[in-house]
């Protein structure tokens, strides 16, 4: 069976779409600095072309970082830092939950509308499917993850020691820088499918370049870049 090309029906070559998306959700850009960026290379394309082809790429391009990554994680034993963000859409508050590893992985992300025991529930199981248990979960003292991994079985694995949970609430910051470029969200869903995938793109390039000569820098930086190009391109 012949497998067809994501990229069918697009006059467009991929390699100006991965572009396009990249520099979208990797960057605080809006889709007109975007559009200007391009043209400024010679691409001359609408704003709206770049919103489509993020909604449409998008999501197919984290979900194979995310499977690539994935199945090495599975095995692992990592220490897990759990947080809470707030987040406006149209001035009702929601709750960006993220579960970030010991380096700074992003692992999940998941939006809810409340902050209880239900919603802290279901982003544990969401979690735990995908990622399989860690040793540790770091949290902040919100009785909702207490209850939570209580109903799981694993509260003896809950830390709550002042400080240690500063991975997860850094890792906020570049989402941040990209909820501002974006003027907010408008719907929840739109926020769920940022969240995600600016989470695998931001996993995909995140070299952590304060921690490695500029040689290693250069190098995974290069890696990184060059599985980008790759993906979607069977």
Not at 157 to 172: D, G, I, L, V
Not at 185 to 202: D, G, I, N, P
């Amino acid at each position: 069976m012949t497998k067809h090309s994501r990229f069918r029906y697009f006059k467009t070559s991929p390699e100006i779409i991965r572009l396009a998306v990249m520099m979208y959700i990797r960057f605080p850009l809006s889709l007109r600095n975007v559009e200007d960026l391009l043209h400024e290379r010679g691409i001359d394309i609408c704003h709206e072309t770049v919103r489509y082809w993020w909604h449409r790429f998008g999501p197919m391009f984290a979900a194979e970082i995310r499977k690539r990554r994935v199945e090495g994680m599975r095995s692992s034993r990592w220490r897990w830092h759990l947080d809470e963000g707030f987040v406006k859409i149209n001035g009702e508050l929601h709750y960006l939950w993220r579960a970030v590893d010991h380096e700074g992985e992003v692992l999940e992300s998941f939006v809810t509308k409340k902050r209880d025991k239900k919603a802290a529930l279901k982003f544990l199981r969401k979690s735990l499917k995908r990622h399989g248990r860690a040793d540790e979960f770091v949290t902040d003292r919100l009785r909702s993850y207490g209850a939570a991994l209580g109903v799981l079985g694993i509260v003896d694995r809950q830390e709550t020691r002042r400080w240690m949970n500063n991975r997860a609430e850094n890792s906020h910051q570049p989402f941040r820088r990209g909820e501002r470029a974006m003027l907010r969200f408008r719907r929840m869903r739109t926020l769920q499918k940022f969240a995600s995938v600016h989470a695998s793109v931001y996993n995909l390039f995140n070299t952590e370049r304060s921690l490695h000569p500029r040689a290693s820098f250069k190098r995974n930086r290069a890696a990184a870049l060059a599985e980008w190009r790759g993906l979607c391109a069977g």
